[in-house]
C-alpha cells in the first residue's frame, strides 16, 4: 500500500486512530525490539489486542478515568503499550524521564494524582518507593524488565499485570471508551522546570491524533512502508508523536533502539533497520559529525582529496538544488555520499530531523556537504510538537521552515526588522496546564493565540526563523537586547574544541562567556570525566599543546592563547561592539544531565548554570 495514512482530518481518538490501522492492516509489524539477538514483533492487530489487554489491567489495578499512569523507562513495547493502554482505560499517560531523582518522580506523579506507575527496572522502582508514602492516589505499580528483588502487595511483573485484567469482561473497557472524546485529555507532558515547577501539558486526543493527519504527509511519508527507530526519551513529546502517534497513522513499523543507544549502538541499529526516517536532537547529530571527522582526518592522498572534492560539491549542489544540481554530482554520490549514508543507516531516509534544541549552521552545513539533509524542525510541547518544519521541496537554509496547512503563526509586536514574539494557532494547540488556570492564561491570548515565548520573524514566502527567547535575550547595562545562541555558535565554530559554552551579561556592562571542552562521559551515569575526548586532543596537539585532561587544558599558557585567538574571531562575527565578548573561563566540568546544568533533552539550563556558578560571574564583573 502506497497511500496516505489511514485516518482523516475528523477529529477522532487514540483508540480510532489504532482501530483503524489494524483493521486495514492487521498482519503488518507495528513494535519490533530485539532481545538475545531475536526481533520480537508485534502486528498491527497484537498491538491493539495487547492496548485492549493492558488497559482492562490497569482498570482492574483500579485506574480511574481522568487519572495519570506514570511511565518511567527505556523505549520499549510495554512502553508503548503502557501508554496506550492507559489512555484506553480512560487516563492520562504521564511520562517521567529517567534522570529524574525521586523527589521530581513524586512531584509528577502527585500532581497527575497518579493511580499506577509503571518502571522499567529495579534502579527506578527504587525512586519510587522512596516516595510511596507521598503518593496518596497511588494503587500499584508494575515493573516490566528483570526480576522483582523483594516481592509486595499491588507491584506486579509485566507478566501478571497484563493477566490481571483477564477476567473482566469487554463490556467493561467499552464502557470506558464511551466518556473518549476529542476534546477530552489524553496525556500529559510534563515541562523541564527549569523556571520553577514542571507544569503538566494537557494534550487532547484531537492534539495528538491531528497532528500526524495535518503534518506528516508532507514529509512524504506513505502508508505501510515506513520504517522508524525509537531511542529518544518517550517522556518528550517530539518522541511520542514521531514514535508513536505518527506510526500508527502511517501504518509504519517502529523498531526499538537498544538502551544503550546513546551511549554507542545506535548506528548498529540504524545499520541494521535502516530507517526510512529519523530525528536527532542536535548533540546526536554533533555525536556523528564529530566520529565522521575522525574517519576524515584519516584519508591521505587521493582519497583525501576526492572526499574534500565531493564534500564540497555536496554543500555547492544542496544550497542551489532548487536551482540546477552542479556538474560532478553523479560521481560525488557514488564515491562518496552513498557509502557515507549506507554506513550511518541512513541510504533509505527520506526525511532527516532535528529538534528539541537549536542545532548549529556548522552541524547543519557538515551534512549537507555529505548529501544529507537535516531539517530543523520548531514547536513545543504546548503545541503538541511540531509547529513548523522544513522538509523536501520546502527548504530555506537559517529557517525552521513553514507552518502546514491548519496552522498559523503570528508575530507580535514586530519591530523595524520584523521580529517579535511568536504566536501560534491551530488545532495543535494544548487544552492548558493541569490544575494551572493562571499559568494557562499566561501563555494564551484572548483570541486563542499561544505565546511561544520565542522570537522570530516570517519572511515574504512563509519561512520561519527563530533570533531568540525572550526569556534567554541578554539586556546589557547600555540597553543593548543580545541574543545569546548566535553568539555561542560562533564561538564553537571558531574552537572546536569547545563541547558547550554559555554567555553572561544581563544588566552588566559587557558579555563573559563560560566555556566547556569535551572530555570523555562516563558511559553508565553520562557524568564528565578528566580525560579529554580524541577530537579535543588533537586540537591541542594542532596548537602545540600536550594537554590530555581538562585540568592541564585550564592550566596551559598555549591553550589559553589560542582560546583568546577564537574568541577574537568569534568576536569579528558580532552584530554590534556590545555583542562582543571581553572576559571568558573554562570550567571544571561540561555541562551534562549528570550534574543539572543540561536537561532531560539536553537543553542548556541558564538559570541553573547562573545558580551553580554564581561566584565566577561575581568575578567577571568584581571592579
Excluded at 513499523?253 to 526516517?277: H, I, M, N, W, Y
Aim: glycine letters at 8%; proline letters at 5%; a neutral charge.
Amino acid at each position: 500500500m502506497t497511500d496516505k495514512g489511514a485516518g482523516s482530518e475528523a477529529p477522532q481518538t487514540v483508540v480510532s486512530l489504532l482501530q483503524t490501522t489494524a483493521e486495514r492492516i492487521p498482519n503488518n509489524a507495528a513494535i519490533c525490539v530485539k532481545r538475545n539477538d531475536t526481533w520480537l514483533r508485534w502486528t498491527y492487530k497484537q498491538y491493539y489486542d495487547d492496548s485492549c489487554r493492558a488497559a482492562k489491567s490497569f482498570i482492574k489495578a483500579g485506574l480511574e478515568p481522568y487519572h495519570g499512569v506514570g511511565i518511567m523507562g527505556f523505549n520499549s513495547p510495554e512502553w508503548f503499550l503502557a501508554d496506550i493502554g492507559c489512555i484506553f482505560a480512560g487516563g492520562f499517560a504521564v511520562g517521567i524521564y529517567t534522570t529524574n531523582n525521586a523527589e521530581a518522580c513524586q512531584f509528577i506523579a502527585a500532581d497527575s494524582k497518579a493511580q499506577v506507575i509503571v518502571v522499567e527496572n529495579t534502579a527506578y522502582l527504587k525512586k519510587i518507593l522512596q516516595v510511596k508514602d507521598q503518593l496518596p492516589d497511588l494503587k500499584a505499580i508494575v515493573q516490566y524488565s528483570g526480576e522483582i528483588e523483594t516481592p509486595q502487595d499491588n507491584l506486579y511483573s509485566w507478566d501478571d499485570f497484563m493477566k490481571l485484567g483477564d477476567d473482566l469482561p469487554d463490556s467493561s473497557l467499552e464502557e470506558r471508551f464511551k466518556i473518549l472524546a476529542p476534546n477530552k485529555c489524553c496525556t500529559l507532558i510534563y515541562t523541564s522546570g527549569t523556571t520553577g515547577k514542571p507544569k503538566g501539558v494537557m494534550l487532547s486526543h484531537d492534539n495528538v491524533t491531528w497532528t500526524p493527519v495535518n503534518a506528516g504527509p508532507l514529509g512524504g511519508l506513505l502508508f505501510g512502508v515506513e520504517r522508524l527507530v525509537s531511542y529518544l526519551p518517550l517522556s518528550h513529546v517530539a518522541a511520542q508523536h514521531l514514535d508513536i502517534y505518527l506510526p500508527i497513522y502511517f501504518g509504519a513499523t517502529v523498531f526499538f533502539a537498544q538502551p544503550d543507544a546513546l551511549k554507542g549502538s545506535l548506528l548498529a541499529t540504524l545499520k541494521e533497520v535502516r530507517p526510512t526516517g529519523f530525528m536527532g536532537v542536535p548533540r546526536v547529530w554533533e555525536k556523528m559529525m564529530d566520529k565522521l571527522l575522525e574517519i576524515g582526518r584519516n584519508n591521505k592522498g587521493l582519497k583525501l582529496k576526492i572526499a574534500t572534492w565531493a564534500k564540497s560539491i555536496g554543500l555547492k549542489g544542496n544550497k542551489n538544488k532548487m536551482n540546477n544540481v552542479p556538474f560532478g554530482w553523479t560521481l560525488a554520490n557514488s564515491l562518496a555520499f552513498k557509502r557515507v549514508k549506507e554506513g550511518l543507516g541512513f541510504d533509505h531516509c527520506k526525511i532527516m530531523f532535528s529538534g528539541a534544541a537549536p542545532i548549529t549552521k556548522e552541524t547543519l552545513e557538515y551534512f549537507m556537504s555529505l548529501d544529507i539533509m537535516v531539517d530543523e524542525v520548531y514547536g513545543m510541547s504546548e503545541s503538541s510538537g511540531p509547529h513548523s518544519f522544513s522538509r523536501p521541496g520546502c527548504r530555506r537554509f537559517g529557517s525552521v521552515g513553514s507552518v502546514s496547512p491548519g496552522v498559523f503563526t503570528r508575530i507580535d509586536n514586530p519591530d523595524e526588522e520584523g521580529n517579535g514574539e511568536i504566536l501560534m494557532y491551530g488545532r495543535h494547540v494544548f487544552m492548558g496546564y493541569l490544575q494551572q488556570e493562571e499559568k494557562t492564561k499566561e501563555v494564551m491570548t484572548d483570541e486563542g493565540w499561544l505565546r511561544t515565548g520565542d522570537i522570530g520573524r516570517v519572511d515574504k514566502d512563509g519561512f520561519l526563523f527563530i533570533t531568540g527567547r525572550i526569556k534567554e535575550i541578554i539586556i546589557t547595562a547600555g540597553g543593548e537586547n543580545i541574543a545569546p545562541v548566535p553568539v555561542e555558535d560562533n564561538v564553537k565554530e571558531c574552537l572546536p574544541c569547545i563541547s558547550n559554552c554559555m554567555l553572561i551579561g544581563d544588566k552588566c556592562k559587557f558579555l563573559s562567556m563560560f566555556l566547556t571542552v569535551k572530555c570523555q562521559i562516563d558511559p553508565e551515569t553520562q557524568e564528565s570525566l578528566e580525560p579529554l575526548d580524541k577530537q579535543a586532543i588533537e586540537w591541542c596537539e594542532s596548537i602545540g599543546s600536550s594537554a590530555k585532561t581538562v585540568s592541564e587544558f585550564r592550566e596551559d599558557e598555549i591553550v589559553k592563547k589560542a582560546i583568546q585567538e577564537g574568541i577574537t574571531a568569534a568576536n569579528k562575527k558580532a552584530v554590534s561592539r556590545a555583542a562582543t565578548i571581553q572576559k571568558w573561563k573554562i570550567l571544571p566540568q561540561d555541562f551534562t544531565v549528570f550534574s543539572g546544568e543540561l536537561g532531560p533533552t539536553l537543553k542548556l539550563r541558564r538559570p541553573i548554570v547562573v545558580k551553580m556558578y554564581s561566584k565566577e560571574i561575581e568575578e567577571f564583573y568584581a571592579e
